[in-house]
């Protein structure tokens, strides 16, 4: 299934973290390798990656999870699918990344599928403020659990 997928990580004083990930690397869960964001004078700030699979990246926030961040709570992971209105933002809780509540957005739900076989949706992050008709929002506990990042 193509879906279409924008991740980029910031994080101060990282380059020595994020450089393995800047490299194909096929034992990874997910695919794909990250592009540093260089600021005017050269020095990296950030890392982004594309997605054109939904497949393609499972187990990229558990990754992130398990690096050796020098200033974990500099690190800021923002992701965007394609039905997504705007990023989401994932930062480190409690040692776990977490996505953080954006004012005047909501992630609605899709039921959860019925099956393993079918791959985990994000759902979508939309604008509440924007004066249009929401969908309707799965209970959560016929959401699916698993973690499509």
Avoid at 15 to 30: A, G, I, S, Y
Avoid at 84 to 103: K, N, T
Avoid at 116 to 134: K, S
């Amino acid at each position: 299934m193509s879906r279409d997928a924008e991740v980029i990580v910031l994080a101060r004083w990282s380059d020595e973290v994020m450089e393995p990930l800047t490299q194909d690397d096929p034992e990874r869960t997910w695919r794909g390798r990250f592009v540093p964001i260089a600021g005017q004078w050269g020095y990296e700030f950030g890392w982004a990656l594309e997605f054109e699979k939904l497949r393609g990246r499972q187990g990229l926030l558990k990754h992130l999870e398990s690096l050796p961040w020098p200033h974990p709570h500099t690190v800021q992971v923002l992701l965007r699918d394609q039905d997504d209105d705007c990023f989401g933002l994932w930062m480190f809780q409690e040692g776990r990344l977490v996505e953080v509540a954006i004012p005047r957005t909501e992630r609605f739900h899709q039921s959860a599928p019925p099956n393993e076989d079918f791959e985990p949706y994000p759902g979508m992050l939309l604008r509440t403020d924007q004066n249009t008709a929401l969908p309707e929002q799965t209970p959560e506990a016929r959401r699916d659990t698993r973690s499509p990042w």
